[in-house]
């Protein structure tokens, strides 16, 4: 039996490679997006706006939309869950973050509300770290300082190759509800990675950020050690 699989998301980082990697194992995704596109479907997840059209006849939903606010996410969450429910899909997929329960920044707080709103259909929630990318961004940004000031703390940055192979081997099975966290190969000081991304470009000073959150993040509560899945380390990232 042909299974109909559909990205949300699917012109975003983590969305592109999902599509890659069902393309490369046989399958024929659709892919959602709010790009106007010949080569996808258009919907928007907030207004509600062409995302029942885009389920229709769809089996398994592998949701990789974010819209980069917790309060947003929530209503495009909810919006998905409730087009998944009316489309009869059997399965949806869902990507949040490791910690979030633990960590309480406000982005944090919207994906763990997210993961409730889920429950409501047959699902599996997949918790991964940090990715390669957002650490490469948020180190691009830092660079515009005269001096790189990073926190002190830790972080499991994982490939999002890696997590798309995850995720299609999820998407492809039944619901599990929640599924073991996934994580990078390597547990690394912010300070060692930084080094790394600028190569010895850059005066590196870590410090100590204050707050509920930054203490979190020093007690490891964003790390999975004992999932330590992913194979691409952060230098052999591209």
């Known amino acids: 039996m042909t299974t109909s699989i559909l990205v949300t998301g699917g012109t975003g980082t983590l969305g592109r490679a999902v599509v890659a990697h069902l393309r490369e194992t046989g399958h024929q995704p659709r892919v959602m997006s709010r790009r106007p596109s010949p080569e ?49 899909c059997r399965h949806l997929v869902h990507v949040s973050i490791v910690g979030i329960d633990r960590i309480r920044f406000g982005y944090y707080n919207g994906k763990l509300a997210s993961e409730e709103v889920v429950r409501a259909v047959p699902h599996t929630i997949l918790r991964a770290t940090q990715f390669h990318d957002l650490l490469r961004k948020i180190f691009s940004v830092l660079a515009k300082l005269p001096v790189v ?17 995850r995720l299609v081997e999820l998407a492809v099975g039944p619901p599990l509800g929640r599924a073991p966290d996934f994580g ?25 950020l204050p707050g509920k959150a930054f203490r979190a993040l020093r007690e490891g509560f964003n790390l999975t050690p004992e999932h330590a899945d992913g194979t691409i380390t952060f230098e052999e990232h591209s």
């Open 184 to 208: 990078g190969p390597e547990v690394r000081d912010a300070v060692d990675l930084a080094r790394s991304h600028f190569g010895g470009r850059r005066r590196i000073v870590p410090i100590r």
């Open 149 to 165: 000031l990073v926190p002190d703390v830790r972080f499991q940055p994982v490939d999002v190759r890696d997590v798309a192979v």
């Open 40 to 88: 996808h479907v258009v919907a928007d997840l907030v207004t509600g706006d062409g995302v029942d059209a885009a389920l229709d006849g769809v089996d398994v939903v592998i949701n990789c939309a974010t819209t980069l606010s917790g309060k947003k996410d929530v209503i495009a969450t909810r919006t998905l869950v409730e087009a998944v429910r009316r489309a009869g």
